[in-house]
């Protein structure tokens, strides 16, 4: 049975419930991909299947726009994959739980993947549907956007005739979007050296309650970073307390903020008091710092296990990390001069994970400034080099420079207000889009950025407005029905 078989329209809640039964997490998108070759084949559909599984779908005209320029409609296939702590779905093997709350969508205890799923529900809709009326139609939908837009790098478009492109990766209706920042992935390993510890108490340190998001869209919300905080604890514990660390971990993805984090320390126990009333004040300290942004942020202490000896850092490896988690560099770098209110650089520490030989952490790096990108990853290179470390750059993607003249721009502009008589608003982001990548590709692409109203995205509580989707799906029409 389909939980959104009543909400309009249907044709796009259809689809957008299909395809959430399919585990689309970044790097596993063969299924999804599958499933759009499948429905290409099954409407005769001309589509291109390349070897990393992005999909280019060719869709004749409707009787009487046959000589008329195609335009392309793009997405991407995969997802942010996050769940709450006590969630048991294992989002590779397993479908979303949808839900609806008034107007809106959501997933019980997971990310819902509004971003970019409603750009492919819509496609297919719009394709499945004989009586929309539409130029001829070149589909773009990309593998692994969420982590580094390697879909958009590989992706061979030589077979596409158009030159003009709406891209359906925002959030936001009304916005059409015209530029973003450009973006890397930056890897750091520290490297660690263990010891046998003395027979000690064990207790997890968890950092939790925080809001997280989008490392691009909600970068200059002052959120807390779950990662930079149990740095921030640990090197302070540090001071109080004798101990030793034996695990530490926080975040999944670098373009995510990180919810939470946690660590594994040894204390003897005449340490354990302390170090209670310790995280007691601290509590009290971050609760007052970010009660705005996340006023459920909390720093807890739970036994682990019984007293025993285990590998632990040494002296100096634990000195090594807790120096990078203080004063590496992480949120907002700068804001753009020419553009008010819009961040230009920004970094965000989204995955930490300790292992055998290293301490790893990931970072996704944005600008809409090229040399202020490089000059923060030479930050990173700076402080990870001082720290006996190496660092890796991945992933990097250009900036969707502003183009002065367009057709696209003004054609959705006065539509927009004609349609709902509003003044539409145009304006770049810092997050990052494969626009950019894509315009490389495509000589003289001309396009913009839209999509309907989707909240709190790469977080649990990611919900997708039905009444905007309906809006935003009927302005599609609309569009693509002009001459």
């Known amino acids: 049975m389909e939980v959104l078989s009543d909400l309009e329209p249907g044709r796009v809640f259809h689809y957008f419930e299909e395809i959430s039964r399919i585990p689309r997490g970044s ?100 394709a499945d549907d ?24 590989h992706i061979d ?4 005739k158009g030159h003009c492109m709406l891209n359906l990766d925002s959030e936001e209706e009304g916005i059409f979007l015209s530029s973003c920042a450009g973006g890397m992935s930056a890897m750091v390993t520290l490297p660690v050296v263990w010891k046998e510890s003395a027979k000690q108490h064990w207790y ?39 101990f030793t660390l034996q695990s530490m971990e926080g975040g999944k993805k670098d373009n995510a903020i990180p919810l939470r984090s946690k660590a594994v ?13 310790f995280l007691k004040e601290y509590n009290t300290i971050l609760q007052k710092e970010y009660a705005k942004s996340d006023a ?8 682990e296990g019984e007293e025993e000896k285990r590998l632990v850092l040494d002296s100096v490896s634990l000195f090594r990390i807790l120096a990078f988690l203080m004063t590496v560099p992480d949120g907002v770098q700068g804001m753009s001069m020419s553009v008010p209110g819009l961040v230009e650089t920004s970094l965000n520490l989204g995955i930490m994970e300790l292992h055998h030989e290293y301490l790893f952490t990931q970072h996704a790096v944005r600008s809409s400034v090229t040399t202020k990108k490089q000059y923060v990853a030479r930050q990173l290179e700076c402080l990870t080099t001082a720290l006996s470390g190496k660092i890796e750059i991945r992933g990097e993607y250009p900036a969707w420079e502003y183009q002065e003249k ?54 649990t509580a990611e919900r997708l407005s039905i009444s905007s989707t309906k809006r935003v799906y009927e302005f599609l029409l609309e569009y693509l029905k002009q001459k």
């Open 296 to 303: 459920g942020i909390r720093v807890e202490l739970e036994p």
């Open 130 to 153: 004989q009586s929309v009326v539409h130029p001829p139609l070149e589909y773009i939908i990309t593998v692994s956007e969420e982590v580094g837009m390697e879909g958009a790098r």
């Open 265 to 277: 320390i040894g204390l003897s126990k005449g340490d354990v008091a302390g170090a209670e009333h």
């Open 406 to 459: 367009s057709v696209v721009r003004p054609k959705v502009m006065e539509l927009y207000e004609k349609m709902y008589g509003k003044t539409p608003v145009v304006e770049g982001i810092h997050a990052g889009l494969e626009c950019g990548l894509l315009a490389a590709k495509i000589p003289d692409l001309d396009c913009v950025s839209m999509g309907p109203n989707i909240l709190d995205i790469h977080t």
């Open 157 to 160: 478009l030589s077979m596409l």
């Open 204 to 242: 997890t340190l968890k950092v939790s309650g925080l809001l997280g998001g989008h490392s691009g869209c909600e970068i200059d919300k002052g959120r807390a970073n779950a990662n930079k905080i149990l740095g921030r604890v640990l090197y302070q514990l540090n001071k109080e307390v004798s």
């Open 27 to 126: 790097y596993h998108e063969k299924q999804i991909s599958d499933y759009l070759v499948a429905f290409a084949t099954e409407h005769a559909f001309q589509v291109f299947q390349d070897d990393l599984y992005n999909v280019v779908m060719l869709i004749p005209a409707s009787a009487g726009y046959e000589d008329q320029e195609p335009v392309i409609l793009q997405g991407h296939m995969d997802m942010v994959c996050e769940k709450t702590a006590d969630c048991v779905i294992d989002m590779e093997q397993e479908g979303l739980q949808l839900a609806v709350d008034g107007d809106y969508v959501f997933a019980r205890n997971t990310t819902l993947g509004g971003d970019d799923g409603i750009a492919i529900a819509y496609m297919l809709a719009i």
